[in-house]
Structures are given as C-alpha cells and as structure tokens.
C-alpha cells in the first residue's frame, strides 16, 4: 500500500510547507506531526483489503493531485455567509473558515460567559493552553487522522472551565471556493469541556461550486465529569468533493454527548465516529441521516467503546440511496470486561430507491461483560409495500405516499436534531431532495403537520 | 333495494405469490344492504376483500368486478378510495413519522376533492374529528401520534372504524376487524358500524365467527370456501354456522353459482 510516487511528494512538499512556516510551534506538536508523517508514508491511504475499508475505494482521493488551498478564497461578504448557514438565527456564534483558513471578517463573535475561551486552534497552541497534549495524542488514528496532524493548519480551539454553560449554540462552518486547481483542507478542532460544563456546537462544511476538492477533517472533543455536549454536524460538501471527517469523543463520569450528523453532500464521504464512555454514568447518543443520489458514496464508520460501567449509548442511522448511490454504515459496540450494567441500543436502517442503489450495513458488537443490555438491529430494503397500500388504499396517491414515507423515515432521526433552526433547515434541504417532494410538501402544508 | 348492484363480482379469480385463492367467486352487493362473508382460515376471505380494496400483491387471473357500473380491476386503490371504497384493515399498518390527525386530513381532503366538495377549514376539521372519535370511544392523544405507531390491537381497530366515519365512503369493507377484539370494544366497533348503515351504503362484513353478527346483523351472509361461496343465505346461516362448523358447507352450492340473490 505503498503511496504513488505523485502522491507522496506532493504530501511531503506541503508537509514542508506547514512545518516551514509553523517552526515557532510546540516542540511536542513538531513531534506528533513527524509520527504521522512516518507512519502515513509507511502505510498510506488504505485499500479495500483493510477490513475498515472494505466497501469504500479511495481512487478518487488517491489520485486526486490535491494541492493545499490559495489564501486568496475569493470575495465573500457577511450576506453570502448569513445564506449558508442554517435558518435565521440571531443569538448564535460563528467562525467561518474559508479554505481551510480562518476569516474573522466573516465570523460573528459575541460575547462569551467568563471562562469560556473559543478561538483559532494554531493561536491556543504554543500559549495558555500548551497542555492540550494529551489532546492530541489518539489511539484510534487512521491514515487520515494522521494526514490531518501532518498538514492541519488551523480550526477551532474551545475551552470550558469548571461549570460553564454557553447558552447560544457556536456554528463552525467550513466553507470551500471553487478553484480552478483540486485543493484540500485540513481543519482541526478541539473541544474541551470541563467539569459540569455544556455547550452546543455546530460543524458545517459546504462547497461553493462543483469543483474537486478534498476535506479532511479532524474533532476530538472531551466532555469532563458531568459535561453535556451537544455537536451537530452537517455535511453539504459540492457534488464532486471528497470529505472524510472524524469525530472522536472521550467522556467523563455523568456526561452527555450528543453527535448528531445530516450527510448530505459530497461524491465520496467516510465519517469516523469514536465514542468512549469513559466514566461512570455517561451517556451518548449518535443520531445520523445520509442521503444519496446519483453516484455519491457515504461510509459512517462508528465506533461506541464502553470502558466503564452503568453508561448507555444509543445509536441511530437512517440513509435514503438513489439511483447508484451506495450507502455503507458500521456500527461498532465495544463492551469492555468492567463495563457492567451497560445499556446499549443501535438501529441502522436503510432506505433503497431505486435498484441500482446499495447499502453495505454491518453491526458489530463485542461484549466482554456479562451483565449488559445489548441491542441491534439493521434493515435495508425499498419502500415497504404494506405501509404504501393502505396509504393508497386512503385516497393518498402513489407518488405522494412514497415521498411522504421517504420523508417519514428521515425525519424520525431529524426530530431527534434538538436544535430547532438547525432541524427545520435540514428538513427544508430533505424535502428538496425527496424525489415526489412538491406532492409532500402539499401534504406537510395541508395537513399543518 | 332495488336497481343496479353498487357491487358486481362475477367469476373471480385471483392468486398471491402464484397459488391461486380466490377460484370463481360471485358476489353482488346493493347500497342500504350488508353483506357477512364467513369461513374458516384461508378460504380467501381477506383476499376477497383486498382484491377490491386494489392491493396489487394479488393478481387477478380472471373474472370482473364492477362498481357502480365502472370496472373497477382497472382503477388504483387511491381511486378506489376517492370513488368510495373503503377496506378496514385486519392489520392496520403503522406509518412512523406522519400524525394520525396529519393522516386522516390527507385522507379526507383527497376524497372531498374527489367529489367535488370544499376542503374543511382547521376548525370544522377538528370538530368532526372529535365527534367522531367519540363515537369509537378512542383516546384523542391517539390523533397526535404518528398512525398506529405504538397502539394496542384494540387502538389499531377503533382508528380504522374512526376512519371510516370520518371519510364516509359509499362501500365499507370490513376485514375481519373484530379479531384480537375483546367484547367491548367489539361492541364499540359496532356501533361504529351500525351508525354509518344507511340506504346510501354498502358494507361487507368478513369475519370467521358469528359473534361480531350479533352486533352488526348482516341481511345476507354467504360462506366462503377454497376459494368459492359455497353458499348464501339470511342471518340465521351465520348461527348455523356457529353450530355446526364449517365441516357440512364444502360442497359449493352450485344451484345458482354462488351467486347471492335470493
């Protein structure tokens, strides 16, 4: 799995590039770049015969010839942004990254409770903050966690001290330009949340325009004794981007994390998601919807590792494929031998539209506890016939009965986005993209539901 | 009742799954009139029945059913409905994600425009609504949840027969709807029916035991069989029935075809 010689140098030349201009940095962080980089180069991207990679080529990334984004960007202003992001909402923080970079031009800042500290990733490293190591230091890394530690450049550092609550969501958007070069990014974010802290954060990644480009991205977020974090995460990537995010949560004793994610974009997406309930007590609920249409490919790939008892994790994806779309989800549930009393629940279900459309949906618990709460369950198939029929069978037409249960079935895992400017937008987008959907926004209207 | 059948079944043939079912049935039903259909399991009953409720699982070899003068093997089940038949489901489906309430909207506003009429404004809606939920004595908080998702077997009858009122159709199909019924609510579901008979009305009662006839009494009942009507007759077959099993009525009663005129 020895990387292209084309492929190589040109990650080498932009690791050079970042480490170039980053020399002032922490030597620890000098560290685990140089580890990365031995072990990506040793490895490189992995193939369909790694067990984690079985339904998900990386040809179009691969060969890709993606080279680091221009600082230029393009123009923007505030009005651009206010219509990417999500509904109309007043009291809410945003940080906009534009290709990769930074732009507080276009961000909103307010003002944040005292002991709260929300800023650009590279500002808090090297400063007041220099103990993040441990942070940074993973055990579940992967080719691309690794390319994201060799070439990250920026992204967003948030800090909760001791009981700090930040009532007004922070959305994080991380916005490509079309370019007329294939260009990546690397964004990098960091949440840690302290003891009986909570705070909601949104992550949203869109492209202006249909050209390739690669995003690959990193949040590692740690929710402290009693913390609840609440992440959002809506991918609306272009339609021939490439973007592979990972997601990876280390809880307390008594916390919550919620990860909810609407993937609706991109040719080619891979989400990592890696839980570890790591405290007595902690709960965690992963709640996803992935659409896909044309030949888009969407892989989740979670992972729930109960390392402590008396935690509880639910787990619930939904995916809707379209023409060759093909949807691929993997639940792993890691019970370890102390976790007594855990309670675990998972349901990926899988919506087909069309025969040409594929779900790959494998669940896969290891239980090394003997007293535990277990459950999983997996579906893929068309529109049930039965549920069509007796819908008919009421006066409601075919087309309209097909779009309503299409929208039924992905608004169950939507209603669970406790966020309610995020869910109606994502509902908007859902019913854009629902194929009978002007029949069933009839019926939504007529019916005030 | 008199003049042209409202339903006409000649010869029917239907098969699921390639077995065939239903081997020549004949059937005539007029409105103001209520028709048992009885016998044992799998004699074809429900597949009757959802042959002209349009379920296209089954496939039609052969024969004619007409309603209203109009072929109706040519028409889609919504059709159907928006033209008047309504089937009650022996399993009531769940549909996660769309309200009740949502549901019975939908329903009704399609069939009123079908006919022509207004669509009910949100407040003539809701009174209608709740007149008639009384009717079938079923809890309100059931309108807001997603359609039989989570009801009891008791909840799941009651909002068929809630639906029924509710979209008042011209032929009413009930398919074994007092199964997993016990006494009172069975009573309940009966009232619910009895309310909507009406010279207007067609409604066929199929059911594999007598007891819901005590509540809904039928003007003919007629027995099912392998897939014929072995034989027809007033009220008093279905106690017959109830006596004497199904074990004498096998040998179709050929006299006149099944056919169920008196």
């Avoid at chain 1, 339609?239 to 809880?251: D, G, I, K, N, T």
Wanted: aromatic content about 6%; charged content about 25%; proline content about 4%.
């Amino acid at each position: 799995m020895t990387l292209p010689a084309g492929t190589r140098d040109r990650y080498l030349a932009e690791f050079e590039r970042v480490g170039g201009s980053r020399k002032g940095r922490p030597a620890w962080l000098r560290r685990l770049r140089d580890e990365a980089l031995a072990r990506f180069l040793a490895s490189g991207f992995p193939t369909v015969k790694h067990e984690d990679w079985k339904y998900t080529g990386l040809a179009a990334i691969e060969q890709g010839e993606f080279e680091a984004a221009g600082a230029d960007g393009g123009d923007l202003s505030p009005a651009d942004i206010a219509g990417i992001l999500p509904g109309e909402e007043a009291d809410r923080h945003v940080l906009v990254f534009l290709d990769g970079r930074y732009r507080p031009e276009l961000s909103t800042r307010r003002d944040l409770p005292s002991g709260a500290h929300l800023g650009s990733l590279t500002g808090a490293l090297g400063g007041e903050f220099d103990g993040l190591v441990p942070y940074f230091s993973r055990s579940a890394e992967t080719a691309f966690t690794d390319l994201n530690t060799m070439l990250m450049e920026d992204g967003v550092f948030l800090h909760l001290a001791k009981d700090v609550r930040v009532p007004e969501p922070i959305y994080l958007l991380f916005l490509m330009s079309p370019a007329a070069r294939p260009v990546m990014a690397h964004p990098r974010n960091l949440i840690i949340a302290g003891e009986n802290s909570g705070v909601t954060v949104v992550e949203q990644y869109a492209g202006r325009g249909d050209s390739g480009y690669f995003v690959n991205s990193v949040t590692d977020i740690s929710a402290g004794r009693d913390a609840t974090v609440s992440h959002f995460r809506f991918q609306e990537e272009g339609p021939s981007a490439c973007h592979v995010a990972a997601l990876r949560a280390r809880q307390g004793a008594g916390s919550r994390f919620a990860a909810h994610s609407a993937s609706f974009g991109a040719l080619l997406s891979r989400h990592d998601v890696h839980a570890v309930l790591d405290g007595e007590g902690a709960e965690c609920l992963l709640n996803g919807l992935y659409l896909g249409n044309g030949r888009q490919h969407v892989d989740h790939f979670t992972t729930i590792d109960h390392a402590k008892p008396s935690c509880a994790s639910r787990e619930y994806f939904h995916g809707i494929l379209n023409d060759r779309a093909r949807g691929v989800f993997r639940g792993r549930v890691i019970v370890r031998k102390d976790a007594q009393k855990t309670d675990a629940r998972q349901t990926n279900r899988n919506l087909l539209l069309s025969k040409e459309s594929e779900a790959d949906s494998r669940p896969q618990l290891e239980i090394h506890a003997d007293d535990v709460k277990c459950t999983h369950g997996a579906t893929t198939g068309p529109l049930d016939e039965e549920k069509l029929f007796y819908m008919r069978s009421r006066g409601i037409d075919e087309a309209s009965a097909k779009g309503l249960l299409t929208y039924a079935f992905a608004d169950e895992v939507l209603r669970r986005f406790d966020l309610p400017v995020l869910r109606s937008a994502l509902e908007e987008k859902l019913l854009a993209w629902i194929p009978e959907t002007r029949r069933v926004q009839e019926f939504l209207r007529e019916t005030g539901q | 009742m008199s003049g042209n059948p409202m339903l006409s079944i000649e010869n029917l043939h239907a098969a699921i799954d390639g077995k065939p079912i239903l081997r020549g049935v004949n059937l005539s039903v007029r409105a103001g009139e209520v028709h048992a259909i009885m016998g044992p399991n799998g004699s074809g009953k429900s597949t009757l029945a959802n042959v002209v409720a349009g379920r296209e699982r089954y496939e039609v070899r052969a024969g004619s059913v007409r309603y209203e003068g109009r072929d109706l093997l040519s028409m889609p089940p919504e059709e159907r409905a928006k033209e008047g038949i309504f089937l009650a489901f022996q399993h009531p489906v769940e549909i996660p994600g769309v309200t009740n309430l949502s549901f019975l909207k939908a329903a009704l506003n399609a069939v009123r425009k079908h006919r022509g009429l207004q669509e009910l404004d949100v407040v003539e809606f809701r009174g209608m609504v709740l007149e008639r939920i009384r009717l079938v004595e079923m809890d309100e908080e059931l309108l807001l949840r997603a359609v039989n998702d989570g009801f009891s077997g008791g909840e799941k009858k009651r909002n068929e027969i809630l639906q029924l009122a509710v979209l008042e159709p011209k032929l009413a199909i009930l398919d074994e709807t007092d199964s997993g019924l016990d006494i009172d609510a069975l009573k309940v579901v009966a009232k619910g029916v009895n309310r909507l008979r009406s010279p207007e009305r067609g409604i066929i009662v199929v059911t594999h035991y007598q007891r819901l006839l005590n509540y809904i009494v039928p003007d003919f009942v007629h027995v099912l069989s392998e897939g014929q009507i072995v034989r027809s007759g007033g009220r008093e077959l279905a106690l017959e029935l109830e006596e004497r099993g199904y074990g004498w009525v096998h040998a179709p009663d050929t006299a006149n075809g099944g056919e169920a005129r008196p």
